[in-house]
């Protein structure tokens, strides 16, 4: 994976950065790849999300809806989307999450204003993008009873689980009607810090047209930085603050929540599983801890009742240890 991809240099000589310095980025992406490449006192950003199993047109689509909205999308220099190129701007290293990590007392300012982006975001008409209907919820909380439970050596009641989270999130379809853009993975590693206290925003080629719940569960229920239960509190109130989100509001970011979690649960899973990836088993039990909490909401009954009589408490305070 140090050698470089065939046609790279091509493509940069078509898109005007011929004899570039190229410095590849390590990434956890299994095809797709990422470099910095540097030409006199220019510098870019490298995506490389080669066919058949990867294309960059959606990433390229919702780049240009975020951009022609005025939100803080990297400016595509080039594209070759046959070849699986996209030449962009480089946002610099500073990732909210490792920036907090240093400097922790900037964390309810970098907050604020990553709700501050949500709430202009939820503002605009949502975006030409495919719906997250119930289908989609369904085939994501599949992902648990799919991965995490055989792992975990559990033998469940699928039918039961689906009808549960049918009946859970009905209410949420009828309130995501015209909706707003949902990025989908917004969250502290995928926003930028940038100048002058701006955040730029990367990672939102699966955007789709839902709930505006959604991405403030990503942000304040992060499976992989803890975030206080104060602090969610005060970015929720925040943000309920400047957009008017209906009194139901809480309940359906409980609904979402534990939809996310689970979920998450079972992606960590597959990627242990399938991938050989184990490190994503010690994030799990933040994201129980989350999920335990939305399940308390009595909006969650139904999916409540069905973890109580198919997963055990204990397995679920192990969280990643339960699993083999």
């Known amino acids: 994976m140090n050698s470089l991809p065939d046609g790279l240099t091509d493509f940069l000589a078509r898109s005007g950065w011929a004899g570039a310095a190229i410095y590849p980025i390590p990434g956890d992406a299994s095809f797709r ?12 950003m490298l995506m490389h999300a080669p066919p058949p199993h990867e294309d960059p047109g959606p990433f390229l689509h919702v780049a240009d809806w975020l951009m022609t909205n005025e939100l ?3 400016e595509i220099f080039a594209a070759d989307r046959g070849e699986g190129w996209v030449l962009l701007e480089d946002f610099g290293d500073d990732r909210m999450r490792d920036w907090l990590d240093a400097n922790p007392d900037g964390e309810l300012g970098a ?4 709700i501050d982006t949500l709430a202009e975001l939820h503002a605009r008409d949502p975006g030409p993008f495919a719906p997250y209907d119930m289908d989609a919820y369904r085939r994501e909380v599949a992902l ?8 975990a050596g559990l ?3 699928e039918a039961s689980y689906f009808a549960a989270w049918k009946e859970v999130l009905a209410p949420v379809l009828s309130r995501q009607n015209p909706g707003v853009t949902v990025l989908r993975d917004y969250h502290a590693e995928n926003i930028m810090l940038l100048a002058e206290g701006a955040q730029g925003l990367i990672d939102f080629q699966d955007a789709l047209v839902g709930h505006p719940a959604y991405d403030l569960v990503s942000l304040l229920q992060d499976a992989r930085r803890d975030v206080s239960i104060e602090l969610e509190r005060a970015m929720l109130d925040r943000y309920q603050s400047k957009v008017d989100a209906g009194e139901d509001f809480e309940a359906d970011y409980a609904r979402l929540g534990a ?5 998450i649960v079972g992606i960590f899973a597959r990627l242990h599983k399938r991938d050989r990836k184990p490190r994503y088993l010690d994030m799990i039990p933040r994201v129980w801890t989350a999920m335990e909490r939305d399940l308390a909401h009595p909006a969650l009954a139904p999916v409540a009742a069905w973890f109580d009589a198919n997963i055990p ?9 339960s699993i083999a």
């Open 144 to 151: 648990l009873t799919e991965w995490y439970c055989p792992a």
């Open 72 to 74: 803080r999308a990297p």
């Open 259 to 263: 939809q996310r979690n689970a979920k």
């Open 155 to 157: 033998d469940v009641d």
């Open 33 to 44: 790849r990422y470099f910095r490449v540097q030409h006199g006192g220019r510098k870019a």
């Open 111 to 114: 907050y604020a204003t990553a």
């Open 313 to 321: 408490a204990d397995l679920r305070r192990q969280g990643g240890g």
